[in-house]
């Protein structure tokens, strides 16, 4: 059983996945950390010095391995159901949650976060904003469950997740 989270940058995707994996008794992979292990430095040095397209070109060699492996719970880069071909192997390969925050839950999370390039501009609630308008039809049409993240806490986020996947038929009972 192949479990992967999508959603925004700060939605909670290697958080909620963490405790998941622990739940469920599955290994844990962040396909960020994959990818910086594969490049060998951060993924913003990599998207800096190379550009988007080719760090998408490693993102989806990496999914790709990733999906192929075993039994897990995977968090995404926020930005990995860009290409129509990664959001069609995720929904093959595992069940699919969408970790949707709204803009505004997003900012109130990461306006302090300085680790985040894509944070880092003018009016970072704007950026945000825009990001969802973009991507949130492209992590609906990859997701086979959606998951409001407003406010509700990590546990409860992982226990909404395993109550859907197993009214699903994806888990047997008592998890």
């Known amino acids: 059983m192949l479990i992967v989270l999508v959603g925004m940058p700060g939605s909670g ?3 909620v996945g963490r405790q998941l994996g622990r739940r469920l008794r599955l290994p844990f992979f962040d396909s960020d950390h994959a990818i910086e292990q594969r490049l060998g430095c951060s ?5 800096a010095q190379q550009g988007e397209d080719a760090f998408r070109d490693v993102e989806q060699e990496t999914l790709a391995q990733l999906l192929a492996g075993p039994a897990c719970v995977l968090a ?3 930005g990995s159901v860009l290409r129509a071909a990664n959001r069609e192997a995720l929904r093959a390969r595992g069940q699919v949650v969408y970790l949707r925050s709204t803009p505004e839950d997003l900012y109130r999370r990461l306006r302090h976060d300085t680790q985040r390039p894509l944070l880092q501009v003018a009016d970072p609630l704007d950026k945000l904003r825009t990001l969802y308008a973009e991507r949130d039809p492209l992590y609906r049409e990859a997701a086979h ?3 409001e993240t407003g406010r509700p806490s990590v546990p409860t986020l992982v ?3 395993a109550m859907q996947l197993e009214l699903a038929g994806h888990l047997p009972g008592g998890t």
């Open 145 to 147: 469950f959606t998951v």
């Open 76 to 78: 995404t880069g926020g």
């Open 13 to 15: 995707k290697s958080t």
């Open 159 to 161: 226990n909404m997740i």
């Open 43 to 47: 993924i913003r040095d990599y998207f």
